[in-house]
């Protein structure tokens, strides 16, 4: 990782604006602005959390995050349904239960106005001298390092409202990550598209059409 001196006074940015929505996955009944304290999960710990939380701030607390994507695919391929399913070929069929697709629903969000976000994607990780390789496309086994740059970003650019990056399953789709201590009141600032909960498992629907595309295009089968 590179020193915050070493790091551009500017970096990439990429700008949300408020007539773009992003998809965020769910647990089933809860709140699509909820933003997860992080306080229980260990940064060094690459079993719990996700790619750029939990860090801490320069000030010591621990920063809340919020994570979406542009596309419902990229939100479902990155969301717990199938973050954890290999990449690389196995032996035995990837099978995905839908007992616990049913435990999830997905929202869409899109920001009251316009969100200013660290851009990774692109040329944006070598203009701030992290390696994509590092961050946006490590592994699960590496998430200690690409939170530690998490941290040197949240630093280094105190106007960042949250990271942009390529979503490591579904390119070219970009997710963001949004600082909690940087939105001050996520009701005020962010809009839930009705309705706020949609569900994933029910035939005929947007969220069922979406995921059975993802389960083909990565050639997992469904089970009970």
């Known amino acids: 990782m590179p020193s915050l001196g070493e790091m551009p006074d500017e970096p990439l940015w990429y700008d949300w604006h408020d007539r773009n929505s992003y998809f965020r996955i769910i647990p089933r009944g809860g709140d699509p602005l909820w933003f997860n304290p992080n306080t229980s999960t260990d940064p060094a710990d690459?079993?719990?959390?996700?790619?750029?939380?939990?860090?801490?701030?320069?000030?010591?607390?621990?920063?809340?995050?919020?994570y979406a994507a542009s596309s419902l695919k990229a939100a479902i391929s990155e969301s717990p349904l199938l973050h954890d399913l290999p990449l690389t070929p196995t032996a035995h069929p990837l099978?995905?239960?839908?007992?616990?697709?049913?435990?999830?629903?997905?929202?869409?969000?899109r920001?009251?106005?316009?969100?200013?976000?660290?851009d990774l994607t692109r040329l944006g990780s070598d203009r701030v001298r992290m390696p994509n390789e590092l961050i946006s496309w490590c592994r699960r086994e590496d998430y200690p390092t690409s939170r530690a740059a998490a941290r040197l970003l949240h630093t280094k650019y105190p106007g960042a409202r949250g990271i942009r990056w390529t979503s490591r399953r579904y390119p070219p789709v970009?997710?963001?990550?949004?600082?909690?201590d940087r939105?001050?009141?996520?009701?005020?600032?962010?809009?839930?598209?009705?309705?706020?909960?949609?569900?994933?498992h029910e035939l005929g629907t947007?969220?069922?059409?979406?995921?059975?595309?993802?389960?083909?295009?990565?050639?997992?089968?469904p089970s009970p």
């Open 46 to 66: 690459p079993l719990d959390g996700g790619r750029f939380h939990p860090f801490d701030s320069t000030a010591g607390g621990r920063v809340p995050t919020l």
């Open 95 to 109: 099978v995905l239960s839908m007992a616990k697709v049913a435990q999830y629903q997905y929202s869409v969000l």
């Open 111 to 118: 920001p009251v106005r316009e969100f200013r976000l660290i």
């Open 174 to 180: 970009d997710c963001v990550l949004l600082f909690g």
């Open 183 to 200: 939105i001050a009141d996520s009701n005020d600032e962010l809009v839930v598209e009705p309705p706020p909960q949609r569900d994933l």
């Open 206 to 221: 947007t969220g069922f059409a979406s995921l059975q595309a993802v389960m083909l295009e990565a050639d997992i089968t």
